[in-house]
């Protein structure tokens, strides 16, 4: 769970995003977290608490994005990481981004493209279960995501397999990528009706989930679901909000997508849970959108899954 970067080679585009994400304009992180690691007078080491958790979900392959986001959280102090799913699909850099998860070692729950790019790279062999598929989807889907699945290697589609669909991460909150009332019928909870059925499931105050791409906050007193509109909003306009956890209710919090945000806004999302102020901040994260397209062109994409990350659709 502890943060680091790696360097890679062969890629300038790539290695200059990282050497920016490690060496930001707000300071080298790591030096900042070991600033923050300290001796005393008898020289007995000691770190002081650094409780903030970044949430992210629905990377889809697109590196570009999480190296800005990790930059971000980074930049924010965040010690634990968790990721909500769907690393993989539709952008350039599948196996890539599977590495950089994997590299964190985040607690990881299982997204349906996680799913299905194992069921595609099955396919790639067996020509009845790829005729099944080929009837069962649309052309355009069907081809990110076989060219998707022909990326992963063997040992990375086994560890996608073995994401669990929930997971309660130290009795703080619960993860899941869709909802928590059949998560594996991959549901989408678009409003605050939606909502109910993972609030029936749902018994520690907070949650959070991804899979619609769109951050939301609901809340739930035991009595009605509602979805509090005004931090959406105050994000879009200022592009971070602060929620404070109010006791006596539950929140179940959508922390937007890190690499195909689909509320009109092409800036990533994602969100930090501080668990001594109580608080879930949601943040927007500018990165290089027009390099993640010419990826995504360059490896013969479709040319709608370049356009729609550039209009946040
Ligand atoms: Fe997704």
Known sequence: MKLHHRKRSGDSSLGSIIFEAVHSPQGNAKAQIQDLQRRDDYGIRYELPMPKTAVISDIHSNLHALYAVMADYQCEQCTDVVCLGDVVGYNAYPQECVNEIRAI?????????????????????????????????????????EWNASCI?????????????????RSKFVMVHS???????????????DAVGNFNRQFLPLCFHGHTHQP??????????????????????????????????KYFINVGS???????????????????????????????????????????????????LGNGQ
């Open 105 to 145: 070692g985040c607690p990881v729950v299982k997204g349906n493209h996680d799913e299905e790019v194992v069921r595609f790279a099955l396919a790639l062999r067996d020509p009845d279960m790829r005729r099944e598929l080929e009837v069962r989807m649309n052309p355009l889907a069907r081809q990110a995501m």
């Open 153 to 169: 290697n063997d040992d990375s589609l086994t560890w996608l397999r073995r994401l669990p669909l929930q997971r309660i991460e």
């Open 179 to 193: 909802c928590l009332d059949q998560p594996q019928a991959w549901n989408y909870i678009l409003n605050a009706n």
């Open 216 to 249: 939301r906050v609901f809340t739930w007193d035991g009595r009605r679901s509602v979805e509090l509109h005004e931090y959406w909003q105050q994000l879009r306009a200022e592009g971070q909000t602060v929620v404070p956890l109010q006791p006596g209710l």
């Open 258 to 308: 890190v690499g195909q945000p689909r509320d009109g806004d092409p800036r990533a999302c994602y969100a930090i849970f501080d668990t001594e102020a109580s608080t879930v901040t949601l943040r927007r994260v500018e990165y290089d959108v027009a390099s993640a397209q010419q990826a995504v062109l360059a490896v013969g994409l479709p040319e709608y899954l370049a356009e729609r």
